[in-house]
């Protein structure tokens, strides 16, 4: 009955129009890491939100979203970049290019997302291990 009820969960937040930022993200990410059998439903999700003919731009944040937490970090990429043009949208476009190991993009993208109104402390915390990753250990100590 929980695992029924979790799958619940994460499609409503996903499949919803309610408000989804980085509190539902992270719901959805521990709901995901507690228990794996939750991680089809996650595909299953993505699935139906790719089949959606007009998705809107919210939706295709959303859709990002779970591309990102589904590993598909390209795909993730490419689908942000046609979504709402927020906060949210630039700062999971930066994590996919991180992920991806193109750190310059990845700080472009969270430069754009601490603009657009992130969390600034997160944005800076992300270009600084970005800075890291690249070998610029003075910089990213100074951030």
């Not at 193109?102 to 603009?115: D, L, P």
């Amino acid at each position: 009955m929980l695992n029924q009820a979790a799958e619940l969960e994460i499609k409503d937040l996903l499949l919803s129009n309610s408000s989804f930022g980085p509190g539902e993200i992270q719901f959805i990410s521990s709901r995901i890491s507690n228990d794996f059998a939750q991680f089809p439903t996650l595909k299953d999700v993505a699935q139906q939100l790719e089949s959606q003919a007009d998705r809107s731009p919210a939706t295709n944040v959303r859709l990002g979203i779970c591309q990102f937490l589904l590993g598909r970090y390209d795909d993730a990429i490419s689908i942000l970049q046609t979504a709402d043009g927020g906060a949210l949208a630039y700062f999971y476009q930066g994590r996919g290019q991180f992920a991806l190991n193109r750190f310059e993009k990845a700080i472009s993208c969270y430069e754009s997302a601490k603009t657009a109104g992130y969390d600034a402390d997160r944005c800076r915390i992300a270009i600084a291990e970005c800075k890291r990753h690249i070998g610029n250990l003075d910089e990213a100590m100074a951030i």
